[in-house]
T-cell receptor, first 114, second 112 residues
Framework: EPEVTQTPSHQVTQMGQEVILRCVPI?????FYWYRQILGQKVEFLVS????????KSEIFDDQFSVERPDGSNFTLKIRSTKLEDSAMYFC????????????FGDGTRLSIL | GQSLEQPSEVTAVEGAIVQINCTYQ??????LSWYQQHDGGAPTFLSY????GLEETGRFSSFLSRSDSYGYLLLQELQMKDSASYFC?????????????FGQGTTLQVKP
C-alpha cells in the first residue's frame, strides 16, 4: 500500500539554525498538509497546499515557516531561526482528489531544538 | 473559538465494547473524522462521517449528529492492539481547504 514518507525521522538542531523537513506524499495525491504535535498534546494544523500554492495556514505558520514543492514528488517544510518551542513531531499528510478524502499521514519527523 | 471535546482516558477489557464521544464547536463543518495513533506514531485514518448516522467499518463504527454537534467512535470486540490514542477531527472549519482540527485525544487502555 502506498504511503507518505518523511525524512529525517529525527532531527536535532541548535536554536537559531534553519531546518528543512522533507516529505514524499503518495504519488497520485493532490492535497498536502503539515501538522505538528508537541509531546503529549494534540495534533495541530500548520498549512495546507494545493496546486503549488498555500490554501490555508494557521496562526502558528508565521514568517518563520515556509513550504515548497520543488519537484513532482517532494514537499518540504522549512523552519528558519528555530526556537526551543519548535521542538515537536512534525507530520506530513496528503489526500487524494477531494479535500475531504481521508488524509494519509507519514511517520513524522521528531524535531529537537537545543 | 473552535474546540473539540473528548474524554482524556478510557479503560476497557479485552472483548468489550467502548464508545469514545466527541463534541465540537466550530465555525464551519464538513465532516468528522477519527484517527488512531500508537505511541506518537503516524495518525491512521479510521472513519469519516459527513452525514448524520452510523458508518460501520469492521469492528469500528462512527456516528454523527450534526444538529447536536456530536459524534462517537464505537470499538467492538476490543483487542489488546486497540490500546492507542484516538482523535476526533473536524474538517471544513474555515472553508474547504482540507484543514483538520483535532481534539485532544482519548487514550484507550485495553486490559486482559
Amino acid at each position: 500500500e502506498p504511503e507518505v514518507t518523511q525524512t529525517p525521522s529525527h532531527q536535532v538542531t541548535q536554536m537559531g539554525q534553519e531546518v528543512i523537513l522533507r516529505c514524499v506524499p503518495i504519488s497520485n495525491h493532490l492535497y498536502f498538509y503539515w501538522y505538528r504535535q508537541i509531546l503529549g498534546q494534540k495534533v495541530e494544523f500548520l498549512v495546507s497546499f494545493y496546486n503549488n500554492e498555500i490554501s490555508e495556514k494557521s496562526e502558528i505558520f508565521d514568517d518563520q515557516f515556509s513550504v515548497e514543492r520543488p519537484d513532482g514528488s517532494n514537499f518540504t517544510l522549512k523552519i528558519r531561526s528555530t526556537k526551543l518551542e519548535d521542538s515537536a513531531m512534525y507530520f506530513c499528510a496528503s489526500s487524494e482528489r477531494d479535500r475531504n478524502q481521508p488524509q494519509h499521514f507519514g511517520d513524522g519527523t521528531r524535531l529537537s531544538i537545543l | 473559538g473552535q474546540s473539540l471535546e473528548q474524554p482524556s482516558e478510557v479503560t476497557a477489557v479485552e472483548g468489550a465494547i467502548v464508545q469514545i464521544n466527541c463534541t465540537y464547536q466550530t465555525s464551519g463543518f464538513y465532516g468528522l473524522s477519527w484517527y488512531q495513533q500508537h505511541d506518537g506514531g503516524a495518525p491512521t485514518f479510521l472513519s469519516y462521517n459527513a452525514l448524520d448516522g452510523l458508518e460501520e467499518t469492521g469492528r469500528f463504527s462512527s456516528f454523527l449528529s450534526r444538529s447536536d454537534s456530536y459524534g462517537y467512535l464505537l470499538l467492538q470486540e476490543l483487542q489488546m492492539k486497540d490500546s492507542a490514542s484516538y482523535f476526533c477531527a473536524v474538517s471544513g472549519s474555515s472553508g474547504n481547504t482540507g484543514k483538520l482540527i483535532f481534539g485532544q485525544g482519548t487514550t484507550l487502555q485495553v486490559k486482559p
